[in-house]
């Protein structure tokens, strides 16, 4: 099994969990956090990293000692350091500091005094009213302890898929806003963020004085549970299990309590760290010169007071961006209105539900100038795919259809397989008939990691390879990505002049923000697509943008932003 860098990043936090709980030196427990961090977020694997011969001590905050300590669990899974601790120190006493109000002594004493060591005996000994009883922690300290383990056993259920939390989150909004006096309404934190999923939503609301409005929140239909009800901030459990925090603020700190709670938390305590630099003291409530507000209003107001651009939410994961907006290197991201044309959408024909005029009519609706038609090849039997015959009985309908269009291009397309052995699954004097191909990966996701990256490395030496769809096949909290390695596959794609989806059905985004990070880093282009099999998939698009802006790239870098001349150039180099 190759290591990911959520591994590396697991064993380095349990690491500092250990020894804290032991402990230890705070700057050496602080250097493993960092690690851990700075592994997690880097744009490549590092196994790859180290296999391609880099050297990793060069990473930020990543010593000799570190860099051997992660060649170590690439090669292994883990590190003597962490069997040793293990030895003197239950590994599971580590869950028990995700307890909120739990740090590391007080998990020591828990462990020495009533030798707890799991979560579920920590919840008995609450239950037993033995915790109450320990110096420095009392009954209270024991029932938020039990809140804490039911709160945290349903987080480890699944996070929430953006496009699901958004089915919860508008007509909520809409609802808030029939409050009298409501001014401001933004739902900040990962969802404004646009991060593929959410663990809850985080609304946050200016009002005028007197406002009804967090009595309206908690008395919605939808509310299953009220976990807590303040003037300013309250909490609750909808129906559907998310959960929902609500903030009211004043006006004047509107900004700063925005950006605050669009987080991430990583990005704010960058930003902070500058701040800190130039004097200032920047919170959720302003930033402030000598306990004197001098910014808060709005957050284009709080960035410029602590010398940078407005940085886009999407961007606020502290993967480099704080850097490049010192630096006024930030990209200038792609918008969904760059967007010119979809080129993956299924008909009837196979496994979609409409015809291509209908499809047409729909896309022209949205101001699009081009579709491309992508229907399964022969392959995916239980879609329906096509055989030869029909794909030319497709394209003639195309044909057909495009001389009687004016200002609107249907483009011929297939999504072909790309079978076990790197071949594609139609042959090639149909494939050259066609605009472009997505070509897929739809069966033996198990195979090894060289065999499943020498099967798609294979399938672009042809010379009709256009689009690699879907490029880790992975299905958000449903199936994991078959492994594959995605940097030989973006080296071949820029020697070749060829292109990546990103495919912005919310079930799948993939590429994921990461690795469309990694596309632009390489200079490989991508062609942001829907996958549409109903008419209203079309408007999947916007996810595909906000994962796409997440990673950083630019209209320029995606190429159903061109023009449908423009475009066939690119298609046919
Ligand atoms: P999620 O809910 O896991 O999908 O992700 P977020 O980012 O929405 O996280 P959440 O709901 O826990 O917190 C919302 C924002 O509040 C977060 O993005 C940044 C801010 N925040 C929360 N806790 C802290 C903290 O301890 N320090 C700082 N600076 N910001 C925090
Ligand atoms: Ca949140
Ligand atoms: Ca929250
Ligand atoms: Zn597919």
């Known amino acids: 099994m190759p290591v990911h860098n959520n591994d590396i990043a697991a064993v380095f936090n349990q690491v500092a969990d250990l020894l804290e709980i032991k402990g230890e030196n705070q700057f050496r427990i602080r250097a493993y956090r960092n690690a851990a961090r700075t592994v997690d977020g880097l744009s490549q694997s590092a196994a790859d990293m180290i296999a391609q011969g880099k050297d990793l001590s060069e990473l930020s905050g990543i010593g000799k000692d570190l860099a051997g300590k992660i060649n170590k669990v690439v090669e292994t899974g883990t590190v003597k350091l962490l069997e040793d601790l293990k030895g003197e120190t239950p590994a599971e006493l580590s869950d028990l500091m995700h307890v909120s109000g739990l740090g590391a002594k007080r998990v020591a004493t828990l462990h020495k005094e009533l030798n707890v060591t799991t979560l579920d005996e920590l919840a008995q000994a609450a239950k037993d009213g033995r915790i109450a009883e320990l110096e420095g922690f009392g009954a209270k300290t024991q029932e938020s302890i039990l809140e804490e383990i039911e709160r945290l056993r349903q987080e480890k259920q699944q996070r929430t898929k953006l496009a699901v939390a958004e089915q919860y989150a508008e007509p909520l909004v809409d609802y808030l806003k029939q409050a009298k006096g409501i001014k401001e309404i933004v739902i900040a934190g990962s969802y404004r963020r646009r991060k593929e999923t959410v663990r809850d939503l985080d609304i946050l609301v200016t009002c005028k004085k007197g406002s009804k409005v967090m009595d309206r929140f908690v008395n919605y239909d939808e509310v299953q549970k009220v976990v807590s009800h303040g003037r300013t901030k309250s909490t609750v459990l909808l129906r559907s299990g998310l959960q929902v925090d609500l903030r009211v603020v004043p006006q004047v700190s509107y900004g700063s309590a925005l950006m605050y709670s669009t987080g991430s938390k990583q990005h704010n305590i960058a930003v902070r760290k500058i701040a800190v630099k130039k004097k200032l003291k920047l919170s959720e409530y302003g930033i402030f010169e000598e306990d004197e507000r001098v910014a808060g209003r709005t957050e284009q107001e709080v960035y410029k007071q602590v010398g940078l651009p407005f940085v886009e939410p999407e961007l606020r994961e502290d993967r480099g961006e704080v850097e490049a907006a010192r630096k006024g290197k930030l990209p200038k991201l792609i918008e969904e209105k760059d967007i010119r044309g979809d080129l993956h959408v299924h008909t009837k024909r196979t496994d979609g539900h409409h015809t291509i005029s209908e499809l047409v009519e729909a896309a022209r609706k949205r101001s699009y100038d081009y579709i491309a038609i992508s229907d399964h090849s022969q392959h995916v039997t239980v879609a329906g795919g096509l055989k030869p015959e029909a794909v030319r009985e497709q ?45 897929s990966v739809h069966s033996k996701f198990g195979l090894s990691r060289g065999r499943q990256t020498d099967r798609i490395l294979k399938a672009m030496d042809n010379r009709h390879f256009t689009v690699l769809g879907h490029p880790t096949g992975r299905l958000i909290n449903e199936r994991e990505p078959y492994e594959v390695d995605l940097g030989k596959v973006m ?40 996958d549409t099999h109903r008419i209203d998939d079309l408007n999947y698009m916007r996810f595909g943008v906000g994962q796409a802006r997440r990673g950083w790239l630019r209209a320029d870098d995606v190429i159903n932003t061109r023009s449908v001349t423009e475009l066939k150039k690119l298609l046919k180099k």
Do not use: Q, W
């Open 491 to 530: 080296r071949a794609a820029k020697d070749k002049g060829l292109f990546l989806e990103v495919n912005a059905h919310p079930d799948r985004l993939d590429l994921n923000d990461i690795y469309c990070k990694m596309a632009v880093g390489m200079g490989v282009k991508v062609a942001i697509s829907t």
């Open 395 to 439: 394209i003639e309908e195309i044909d057909r259809l495009n001389n009687h269009l004016k200002g609107f291009t249907v483009l011929r397309a297939i999504e072909v397989d790309i079978l076990e052995d790197g071949s594609l699954d139609l042959p090639d004097d149909v494939l050259g008939t066609l605009d472009l191909t997505i070509c």
